[in-house]
């Protein structure tokens, strides 16, 4: 059975500091992960995924196999970063459906 | 373009009483999503439509839970009779059959049930 696992339920920072967010997964085989995210009175939307290798909002994400694991990194964080943070999970034929972690809520301080 | 549009937003019934949510996909998306978030937990999946086809309602209730997609667009999800248990958020969301895996989801439904 497919699971993510998020450990955080709440991370806080401050202003200019350094985040990541933890992800890990289980599942038998290579799957796609993503990151989506949801701001204050905001719908669910993407924020990332691992197959596109790109940076949104100065966030990144890389997929380590041997750890499983897929955490959400930012080297300066902004309190316009405030949100709350799900990693999920398919499978790769893009035909599944997605499996989400409870979620991490991020507060970033000034 | 307004995304997926979800009605209503608040509901607030006594338990044992029935309800029901609709939602309509963002226009050429074909697969549709009903999803439960409890609070403080992520979203899971109650059922997914392929067009008009349930391919995936192993977790639906599904001796209270009832769900339609016809003509493979808009959807309601039926709850009845509703229990305390299931005040939660009903999200709907829907995205394109092997697509990029992206879901573009509703403001969601929240349900009190007293």
């Known amino acids: 059975a497919q699971r993510v696992t998020q450990p955080e339920k709440l991370l806080s920072v401050f202003k200019g500091a350094p985040v990541e967010l933890k992800c890990n997964y289980s599942?038998?085989?290579?799957?796609?992960l993503f990151w989506y995210v949801q701001y204050s009175r905001q719908r669910l939307q993407l924020l990332l995924r691992?197959?596109s290798r790109e940076s949104i909002k100065g966030f990144t994400a890389d997929l380590n196999k041997g750890e499983t694991s897929f955490h959400l990194k930012k080297p300066f964080a902004q309190e316009e970063d405030s949100a709350m943070y799900y990693c999920?999970?398919?499978?790769?034929?893009?035909?599944?459906?997605?499996?989400f972690g409870k979620g991490t809520m991020l507060l970033v301080s000034p | 373009e307004a995304g997926v549009v979800q009605s209503p937003r608040y509901k607030i019934i006594e338990k044992k009483q029935p309800v029901a949510f609709w939602c309509n996909p963002i226009?050429?998306?074909?697969?549709l999503y009903w999803y439960l978030q409890n609070l403080g937990q992520g979203p899971e999946l109650l059922i997914r439509?392929?067009?008009?086809?349930?391919?995936?309602d192993s977790q639906l209730p599904k001796d209270r839970f009832s769900a339609e997609r016809l003509k493979g667009v808009d959807s309601t999800l039926k709850i009845q009779p509703a229990e305390l248990g299931d005040s939660a958020v009903y999200l709907c969301?829907?995205?394109?059959?092997?697509?990029?895996?992206?879901?573009?989801f509703g403001e969601g439904s929240r349900l009190t049930v007293l």
């Open positions: 969301a829907s995205s394109f059959i092997g697509g990029s895996g992206e879901l573009f």
């Open positions: 599942y038998s085989g290579s799957p796609e």
């Open positions: 691992h197959i």
């Open positions: 999920a999970l398919s499978s790769p034929s893009g035909y599944s459906t997605l499996t």
């Open positions: 226009s050429g998306h074909n697969t």
């Open positions: 439509y392929e067009n008009e086809e349930a391919v995936d």
